[in-house]
């Protein structure tokens, strides 16, 4: 079985640039998630989706944030403007019918400078 | 605020020896629990779990103990190994299968 793609790996941009971020999920996981982990911390929920409707996304930044699920499988994170305090490593994961524990991608390093 | 929480950033144990992760949690609505290991570079991957019903949970090296009244979770790793080496994340589920997770405890097993 295939495991969560995410692409790119790495990602510096300068504040007030614009970046997106994409995942695809293990196949036949309906629900998908898109987590911040700032450095020294734990992984924090930014937006779950159950196939192409939002479940949570209370907290997403919106006014900068943005996430769409078309079709129900792959996913795009976006961010516009960049700040500083967006650097992290942004993790998508996914779960079969919203049950039991996720299945991580290897996330995507955002360095903003 | 922080409804699970992991109050040791570090943790080193001798190869051999039994190794302890911590985690404490707020919420008491938390109905199952969950153990990460992520090495750098990579992204966490699903260690061991215990549902909210039961206060022990063991696979192989590795046994999860729940104490409800207590709001407290623990890893235990008997024996430890070098290939442990990792930050350990505890996870907690609330409604609609969204978990919190601590800020990770990073376990450093010298051979």
């Known amino acids: 079985e295939a495991g969560v793609a995410q692409s790119p790996r790495y990602k510096i941009i300068e504040k007030r640039q614009s970046v997106a971020f994409w995942c695809n999920p293990i196949s036949g996981h309906a629900t998908l998630y898109w987590y911040q982990q700032i450095l020294g911390q734990g992984p924090k929920l930014l937006i779950q989706?159950?196939?192409?409707?939002?479940?949570?996304d209370s907290q997403l930044p919106k006014d900068r944030f943005s996430a769409e699920r078309l079709k129900g499988v792959d996913s795009t994170l976006k961010i516009q403007p960049a700040k500083l305090e967006d650097s992290a490593v942004y993790l998508c994961?996914?779960?079969?019918?919203?049950?039991?524990?996720?299945?991580f991608g290897s996330g995507t390093r955002l360095t903003v400078v | 605020d922080q409804q699970v929480k992991q109050n040791s950033p570090s943790l080193s144990v001798q190869e051999g020896r039994i190794s302890i992760l911590n985690c404490d949690y707020t919420n008491s609505m938390f109905d199952y629990f969950l153990w990460y290991k992520k090495y750098p570079a990579e992204g966490p991957t699903f260690l061991i779990s215990i549902s909210s019903i039961k206060d022990k949970n063991e696979d192989g090296r590795f046994t999860v103990f729940l104490n409800k009244s207590a709001k407290h979770l623990s890893l235990h790793i008997v024996p430890s190994q070098p290939g442990d080496s990792a930050v350990y994340f505890c996870a907690a589920r609330v409604q609609l299968n969204k978990f919190y997770f601590g800020s990770g405890t990073k376990l450093n097993v010298k051979p």
């Open positions: 994961a996914s779960s079969f019918q919203g049950a039991g524990g996720y299945t």
């Open positions: 989706f159950q196939n192409n409707g939002v479940v949570d």
